[in-house]
């Protein structure tokens, strides 16, 4: 037995910006846009969806205070923004962090309790506000998951708030949208997305339909990654590079995750490491751990990988890691062995409980002192 939840509507390709605006006139005529500081301003693309949302006459406002790993203050800002200007619908535009954040804002603004006692494990009881989601990345899936990865930065910690309340009504996915990231953001969300289909088509809640998205992803993204982070304008490489990660994220949406990012997670809370960045340092040492016992399953992935043997998956992915500019370790970021225990003890979570072999704290502890 298994349950597939995806958004009612999800629209793929390039140009399909332009839908969106038919899209959001459906859920009323004041919408939240919720974005990033300064990335979507720069390229252009906050200036059209606004213009485009107004002369099908929306109202429009603009919550653009979005940082990388989105805390539970701006999340409360944005909610509170939200009850103030009556918004009938949000739309999140940007990579996962504005998604996350706008998902969790059009969740909650018609709650009672705070975003930290959600955070917390609070349960949303009930529907909130529309949500529309427009990726600019391509890499995190956030445009059609039911779960909301925010930060706690007092205490430190890093999980998600889930709701199937959470689902985007509509996905828009327009490969066009990537063309403006640079080579590093590029790299990083993509090794994100690859990351989520391995782990997905090996994860202890994989189920058929998952596994042929998952494995589908591997092969766009194993192979067309290192000429988008190349050539960025390549909109045909990037066209590919979109559909394996929005295969990606429908497959781990529905089947979990595993140890790379049970890990990811207080490594992007305490040392504020890029999440991607983080998943791809890890992917290969994890995987070699997992190996003994999804075999048959490393097997097929040696195959879109164009490899001979399930144990040539770790070094085909450390390879891949060269073709696009990333380092096998994380020694910048100062992690020190101190730190390692507390990592590791935050480390279990929904995603870790979905791995193929339960890892224990010694197996996690050597895997962390081996990238710093």
């Known amino acids: 037995m298994f349950t597939l939840t995806y958004p009612p509507k999800i629209i793929f390709g390039c140009g399909t910006l332009n839908q969106l605006k038919e899209e959001a006139i459906n859920f009323g005529g ?23 949302l107004n002369l099908r006459g929306i109202k429009v406002d603009v919550f653009d205070k979005v940082e990388h790993d989105p805390s539970l203050t701006t999340v409360n800002e944005g909610i509170n923004f ?8 949000i739309i999140g535009l940007g990579g996962g962090s504005s998604l996350d954040t706008a998902k969790t804002i059009a969740c909650l603004a018609p709650q009672r309790g705070t975003v930290w006692e ?20 391509a890499g995190t899936g956030a445009e059609i998951t039911r779960n909301a990865v925010l930060t706690d930065k007092k205490k430190k910690i890093k999980k998600s708030i889930r709701s199937f309340h959470m689902i985007s009504k509509v996905a828009v996915v ?5 063309l403006s990231c640079p080579p590093s953001v590029t790299a ?76 990811s997670h207080p490594l992007g809370a305490h040392f504020d490491i890029p999440h991607g960045l983080a998943c791809a340092v890890l992917l290969p040492l994890i995987l070699e751990l ?12 040696a195959k879109k990988m164009e490899v001979k043997r399930a144990k040539d998956v770790p070094g085909a992915v450390r390879e891949l890691l060269k073709k696009v500019g990333i380092s096998s370790s994380l020694r910048e970021w100062k992690i020190e062995k101190k730190d390692i225990s507390l990592l590791v003890a935050q ?25 710093i």
């Open 290 to 301: 997992n190996l003994e016992v999804r075999k048959d399953k490393f097997q097929e992935i």
């Open 118 to 137: 959600y955070h917390l494990g609070k349960t949303i009881k009930g529907p909130g506000l529309p949500f529309l989601a427009v990726p600019t990345t």
């Open 82 to 89: 939200a009850r103030k200007q009556n918004s009938s619908v």
């Open 347 to 371: 480390s279990k979570g929904s995603s870790m409980s979905k791995n193929p072999r339960d890892l224990t704290d010694a197996e996690l502890s050597r895997v962390l002192e081996r990238v």
């Open 30 to 52: 004041n919408a939240l846009l919720v974005t990033g500081r300064s990335a979507m301003r720069k390229a252009g693309i906050l200036t059209k969806v606004v213009n485009d």
């Open 188 to 263: 990083h969300s993509g090794m994100d997305a690859l990351t989520q289909a391995i782990e997905s088509f090996i994860s202890k809640d994989c189920n058929p339909i998952t596994d042929t998205l998952a494995l589908r992803a591997i092969d766009l993204l194993f192979h067309n990654l290192p000429q988008a982070v190349e050539n960025g304008k390549d909109v045909h490489t990037r066209e590919k590079v979109a559909l394996g990660s929005l295969l990606s994220a429908m497959a781990f949406s529905n089947s979990g995750l595993g140890a790379v990012h049970g890990l």
């Open 174 to 178: 327009d490969p066009e949208l990537t």
